[in-house]
């Protein structure tokens, strides 16, 4: 049955061979639920032509919002613009994913409703069947403990990139985490429990990456699947926990100063 109206916002990074399909997916599976769907894709710069592809799709796509960064950030920064760029739409209901396309759409009127239905601030997607390579599984295995250390119990999949929000909450979240933070997830995930926003959990498949690789992801162009990390995310990674110390981890860190969220 129609309702409100529902923003999924989206960071994307050379993604030009799977977004078509991604996008059109979406929009068929949650038009039909929503009284009102806007979808904000941030192009963070892309060498390839997801630049062309969201132009072509915005003159056959009314619900589309492309927009292209003025230089390439990085995926933390650009989901925290997608984030602002899909409340200045006042939405009801903001959901996040990644452009890659490694979740179903035919899942999101389910998460949707599960969202309302439990009457939470926030639903995080919690990944079934990954197919990342083990050590990033790994890595999202060691934050989720690092994180069940700090707040005393675990995140389930704590940086999964498919979240849906209340926009009262996603406020109250990003002004703790600054605009160039590069996993403000984990970030989000921290503040969620010490705030003690109402949490919902719920279990989505995850399938493998849409797009083909050859023009690089964040890490780099990825032919094959590398058997250890490759250097660029070891950088990314070390860089990363200082950033979590600094901004949510250490004594008067910035994000642990949020108090109590009051809806």
Request: net charge positive; charged share 25%; no cysteine.
């Amino acid at each position: 049955m129609p309702r409100r109206h529902v923003a999924i916002v989206m960071p994307a990074y050379n993604e030009a061979d799977g977004l078509d399909g991604f996008l059109t997916e979406i929009v068929s599976y949650v038009s039909p639920v929503v009284e009102r769907l806007s979808v904000v894709v941030v192009n963070d710069r892309s060498t390839d032509q997801t630049a062309d592809v969201l132009t072509r799709l915005g003159k056959d796509m009314p619900e589309l919002i492309g927009i292209t960064s003025v230089r390439n950030q990085g995926h933390g920064p650009t989901a925290l613009a997608a984030y602002r760029a899909g409340l200045e739409l006042n939405p009801d209901v903001i959901l996040h994913v990644d452009g890659d396309g490694q979740f179903l759409a035919s899942d999101f009127p389910r998460l949707l409703d599960a969202h309302e239905q439990r009457g939470v601030d926030v639903l995080h997607g919690v990944r079934h069947g990954r197919t990342d390579p083990w050590y990033r599984k790994a890595i999202t295995a060691l934050v989720g403990l690092a994180v069940a250390l700090v707040v005393g119990s675990r995140v389930p999949d704590v940086n999964t990139p498919l979240r849906i929000y209340r926009p009262e909450a996603l406020r109250f979240l990003l002004e703790l985490v600054p605009r160039d933070a590069r996993v403000p997830h984990v970030h989000f995930s921290l503040a969620e429990k010490r705030s003690r926003m109402r949490v919902a959990y719920a279990r989505v498949r995850s399938i493998p990456r849409r797009g083909d690789s050859a023009h690089g992801t964040m890490w780099g162009p990825q032919r094959s699947t590398p058997v250890l990390p490759p250097k660029r995310l070891r950088a990314f990674i070390a860089a990363a926990a200082r950033e979590v110390w600094a901004v949510s981890l250490r004594p008067g860190a910035p994000a642990r100063r949020g108090g109590a969220f009051s809806s």
